[in-house]
């Protein structure tokens, strides 16, 4: 019993011997382990770990706060459990409380999970994966689609200029509650990206919102549009799995990953 226990991966290397990604999301996403199981890669095992999700209201800015100050407390203790399952990367499937306060905030959000992990571990938070995506496309003027309110879209909004780029059209949807991003219609989304964000003056269309999935979508406009749709939940995934040295090109899920 006692060496079953004991097990390290090196000793079990016929489980993700080419990475265990554990995965934190939120407790009321519904989307996020849908999108990581579009994108397997062999070898590869997804790990997830859910922190509590005490205020769903989202229909206001003050609800949105509450929202975002009730998850700070929860994050650390998904990430405690999801290490036990001997995990070498951690990818964050929240993005909200990534963008919070610009650039510094993105850098600070990690060295508080650095605390936790240590300062080996690979990990990719959503900010950090949007802004890799667009550099790879070599974009610079922006248009942006959130779920959220205002008081998040200002986050967001700050750290895309930050990070260099022009935002030129940014669109919150106002979803009511955390999980109701989850039930956005694609036909929303679809008039929304057509009518609201895109222009001759963009380079690149992005999503952020873990909750809103738009990996089966996004690919389909890119064709139309001719330009980068990237969906966050793509992001991360794909910035997870290049830092790790997994070069797999998946056909069919999108430039970022049939290109980059």
Known sequence: MNSVISLTKAQDPWIGPRGRIGVII???NISVEYDCQQFIASGVTWHTARFWVEFIDLSSDQAFLAFIEGIRETIPDAVRDVLTAEVDYIMMGMSAETFWGGLAGNDEFQA???CQIGPDMGLTTGAT???AALKVFGAKNVSVLTPYQ???DNEVHRFFTESGYNVVNL??????????IAHT??????DTVLNRLDGDNVD????????MSNSDLFPVLEKQLKKPLIPINVATIWHAYRTMGIKDQLTGKGWLFERY
Not at 171 to 180: I, S
Not at 185 to 190: A, K, S
């Open 129 to 131: 994966a949007m802004d």
């Open 204 to 211: 690149a269309i992005v999503q952020v919102g873990t909750n």
């Open 26 to 28: 939120p407790s009321t």
């Open 150 to 152: 205002s008081v998040a």
């Open 171 to 180: 669109v919150g949807m106002k979803c009511d509650t955390a999980n109701t």
């Open 185 to 190: 219609p694609q036909g929303d989304v679809i």
């Open 112 to 114: 508080n999970l650095r």
